[in-house]
């Protein structure tokens, strides 16, 4: 048996088992027991791995390896989403760099440009992810437009639009004049900015009781070119004689009614509002009720259009200054106030969105959502946790008709076809330049593509041959769960129900598993303009996948957002250092030390079953097979967090710091029958314990793994860790023993108490202590039984346990139920040992007033950065937590 090195590489050992796992097929699907089918959530082609893709890969991998390991049909699908707008927006900007404009070359010559970039970037985040150590099926990747992708998109289309599910509409929609496209509600940026509010004069076509003119209030005055109403609330009595009055539209002299409307409140600005229904949500609907007038005045580039004089040409922020030193000229500007408001700006390209009336393709919701609706509410299909699921029932609820259609050229063109003869039109599986009706040949295409997220709607049957009836189709859908982000509930998983119910009568996924947002440090969102972005891969150069990965899960909980804690140069923007993500690697070498160390004492190992041969031994049995009991469980219900926390609690905690620290004695002085057993039990220990945290730390565990001889019990029955058997809970049930346990976990709480005093008071670990232990006659009877092990591992001379007094020169220390009191007798000064505490706690008070007034001086408070107060306030909390130590320590010398 070759030697484990000194050392752990992650850099060497994790691209070699990658290349290994893959050249032995163990990342294609597998055969088993009930079906663990997932889908990658398609990341841009074009795009590159961020944190919110790696924790996502992580849980997913986590899934992925366990029920692989549990004899389950595994198959994970990767695939990547064409993303119409970014690599639009990427491939234009690249043309207009080389001094080319996409508008000269032509839509069909763009379309080759923007699979040329997909060609030469598309690669990255697929080669990021497979460097992560995902066990995807690589060889089998999808994309959203790919031939046999868009024949299903395209049958989606033409379905629904048969059906009566699809139709086109003129609606108010979020329009981005830089993209030139629409924008879907879901995927605009709210922002909160600095503004005004413009009051402005309209004058009335004939004076009401006196009254000459009204004063609307309005945050975007270039609009008012648009106006074809005023609307006032009806719950407000002063304007109700104005209501039936016309005004007379400063500018373009058009009139124009005042009519009541619950949409307005009263209370904002001066009660009249400006009704531009081309150009307001809320106006348009309006505007629909009470049968007014629809003018854009806004062109795709949101530039004013013909007709309004020295206004056209002008864009929305040359306007609005224009607008208002118009009616400020003519007396007509009655005052600005300042304002604070929310403004929706473009995803991608973060533009401030128009509200634009245009013509659009939509998808009617109201025959999908019922269903879709009650899936949830049934637990058909379940969300982890479960609060996501008054988000999604709450967004259904509201939920409004589907604007599907996309003013872009790079994507799934709309499949409708127009004959400009006759005026026939249809959607179509296959594209026509002859009219069917006419037999005309002047037929022309929708230019139009569609929203992203109706190609991506169809991702866990589409990727699986759908509209065939294929036999991945009938073995692996439903999938099993559905790994993803808050962000996209409305825009993605709620839609791949209503979909996937329409078309296979089957629910997509029985799962929905949604992660915390990953913020930065300091609690802001990671963004490469504020610096504070982390990249993964450069996680993994630091510190290895496993490492980076194993914090990730450890970060999971209950919570909304998690903080990650990195280091970043602010100058450079360079990555600094990760804490945890150290310490997660501390944990891997951790795993690699302990193992190594058993592995360099199996000197004459023979493969046998393990067997309690001391309390040690049946305790760590016992605990062994609770821990995979507990994993286990957490990770059929995807509580991946605890799982993480717990197992590494378990194995540095409970397997290291303890059971192989026991195990020396009979390793290396035990009898020939002595060392053969505990062999046989670390080897077992380690077999089980590397398939617990396989999953979640695949490359350190395989290596281990590979590294040890066969457990015996269960000999090694594969030729990878990760196709190997998970531990059964069934089968280690007969370990358990809870007595063993309980009397154990006694002793350990003597031993821990006596090390710990030991260090306090800086004494020699060879040093033996006398050992009193107050407790109960039952406690006092298991330790009893113990003595032998704690006087060994404690280091203690003489033991005591059950009513006893404390001696004199002995030092108390409580622990739940028992006072242990150590005798130091002549090893410390006492007197001097209590002076120098004295000393301590008279520095630590000290410290901790200087803290507590600077805490409590409000001018600190109100000027300093919330993390520099958060920093006192725990610096605050451990002075208060040592002076209480060194208080008890010093009234045991008193």
Not at 332 to 348: A, F, G, K, T
């Amino acid at each position: 048996m070759e030697e484990m090195p000194k050392t752990y590489d992650p850099q060497e050992r994790e691209p070699e088992l990658i290349q290994k796992w893959m050249d032995a097929g163990c990342y294609q699907r597998s055969k088993g027991v009930g079906d663990c089918t997932v889908v990658i959530p398609p990341p841009n082609v074009t795009g590159i791995l961020h944190m919110g893709h790696a924790m996502d890969d992580s849980i997913q991998d986590a899934i992925v390896r366990y029920n692989r390991m549990r004899g389950r049909s595994t198959r994970w699908i990767l695939g990547t989403d064409h993303a119409g707008i970014a690599t639009q927006t990427k491939v234009d900007k690249k043309l207009k760099s080389e001094g080319v404009s996409r508008l000269k070359i032509g839509r069909e010559k763009f379309i080759d440009a923007c699979w040329d970039w997909t060609h030469e970037y598309g690669g990255t985040i697929v080669s990021q992810i497979k460097r992560m150590g995902c066990s995807i099926d690589f060889s089998d990747e999808k994309f959203t437009m790919s031939p046999e992708f868009s024949r299903a998109v395209r049958k989606v289309f033409c379905d629904w639009y048969h059906d009566g599910l699809i139709y086109r509409g003129k609606r108010i929609v979020n329009w981005c004049p830089n993209c030139t496209t629409a924008i879907s509600d879901d995927e605009a940026e709210y922002r909160d900015e600095k503004g005004h509010l413009w009051f402005m004069r309209y004058p009335l076509v004939e004076p009401v009781d006196g009254v000459e003119y009204i004063t609307v209030a309005t945050t975007r005055p270039e609009t008012m070119l648009g106006d074809t109403g005023v609307a006032v609330s009806p719950s407000d009595p002063e304007k109700a004689k104005l209501v039936g009055a016309n005004v007379m539209l400063p500018i373009v002299n058009r009139e124009i009614p005042i009519f009541s409307d619950w949409h307005v409140d009263a209370n904002y600005g001066t009660g009249f509002v400006k009704v531009t229904p081309a150009h307001d949500p809320n106006d348009y609907a309006m505007g629909q009720a009470h049968d007014l007038e629809q003018i854009n005045v806004f062109d795709e580039h949101a530039v004013v259009v013909e007709g309004y004089g020295e206004f056209s040409g002008m864009s929305r922020d040359e306007c609005r200054e224009a607008i208002v030193k118009w009616f400020d000229e003519h007396g007509l500007l009655d005052h600005i106030e300042e304002l604070d408001h929310s403004v929706m700006h473009c995803y991608r390209c973060d533009t401030a969105l128009e509200p634009w009336l245009s013509e659009q393709w939509f998808v009617a919701v109201d025959k999908l959502k019922e269903r879709a609706t009650e899936v949830v509410k049934s637990g058909e299909v379940k969300f982890h946790p479960a609060r996501w699921t008054d988000t999604y029932l709450t967004w259904m609820d509201n939920l409004k008709d589907w604007c599907i259609s996309r003013q872009l050229w790079w994507g799934h063109r709309i499949p409708v076809f127009y004959c400009e003869d006759c005026g026939w039109s249809d959607a179509l599986m296959e594209d026509t330049d002859v009219c069917p009706k006419c037999g005309g040949h002047h037929v022309h295409q929708d230019e139009n593509v569609l929203d992203t997220w109706f190609s991506s709607q169809l991702w866990t049957f589409a990727t699986q041959g759908w509209p065939d009836d294929t036999a991945e189709l009938e073995a692996h859908h439903p999938t099993k769960v559905l790994v993803t982000a808050r962000d996209i509930i409305a825009l993605w998983v709620a839609r791949m129900i209503m979909s996937s119910l329409y078309f296979t009568d089957e629910v997509p996924f029985h799962d929905v598993f949604i992660y915390a947002t990953i913020l930065a440090k300091d609690g802001s969102r990671m963004s490469k303009s504020k610096g504070n972005g982390v990249d993964p891969m450069e996680l993994i150069k630091m510190y290895g996948a496993d490492a980076m990965r194993y914090n990730l899960l450890t970060l999971i909980t209950n919570n909304q957002d998690v903080k990650f804690d990195a280091d970043i140069d602010k100058q450079t923007k360079k990555l600094l250092g990760s804490p945890r993500t150290e310490q997660a690697r501390g944990f891997v070498t951790k795993i690699w030390n302990a193992s190594r160390f058993v592995q360099m004492n199996l000197d004459g190992y023979a493969p046998g079953a393990p067997r309690v041969e001391t309390p040690e031994d049946a305790w760590m049995l016992s605990r062994l097979a609770r821990a995979v009991s507990e994993a286990t469980e957490q990770l059929e219900t995807y509580n991946l967090g605890d799982y993480a926390r717990n197992i590494q609690s378990f194995f540095r905690g409970e397997v290291c710091d303890w059971y192989i620290e026991l195990c020396k004695g009979r390793l290396l002085d035990g009898t020939p029958e002595e060392k053969l057993q505990v062999q046989r039990n670390l080897v077992y220990v380690l077999d089980v314990s590397m398939r617990l945290l396989h999953p979640v730390m695949p490359f350190v565990t395989e290596s281990v793994w590979d590294a040890l001889p066969a457990s015996g019990l269960d000999a090694h029955d594969a030729e990878f860790l990760m196709v190997a058997k998970w531990p059964e809970p069934s089968e280690l049930a007969a370990f358990v023993d809870e007595k063993a346990e309980g009397d154990f976990e006694l002793a350990k709480r003597v031993i821990s108490c006596v090390r710990s005093t030991r260090a306090r008071y800086r004494l020699s670990p060879k040093a033996e202590l006398d050992v009193a232990v107050r407790c109960g006659e039952a406690e006092a009877a298991v330790l009893a039984g113990q003595e032998g092990f704690i006087k060994s591992v404690g280091r203690v001379s003489e033991l005591a346990c059950g009513d006893v007094q404390k001696a004199e020169g002995a030092v108390s220390v409580a622990d739940g139920t028992l006072e242990i009191f150590v005798g130091l007798g002549g090893l410390v000064d006492l007197a001097a040992e209590g002076a120098r505490l004295k000393k301590e706690l008279a520095k630590a008070e000290k410290d901790l007033a200087s803290v507590e007034r600077t805490l409590g001086n409000q001018g600190f408070v109100a000027k300093a950065a919330p993390e520099v107060i958060e920093k006192k306030r725990a610096q605050a909390a451990e002075l208060t937590a040592t002076i209480d130590q060194l208080k008890s320590q010093i009234a045991d010398f008193e």
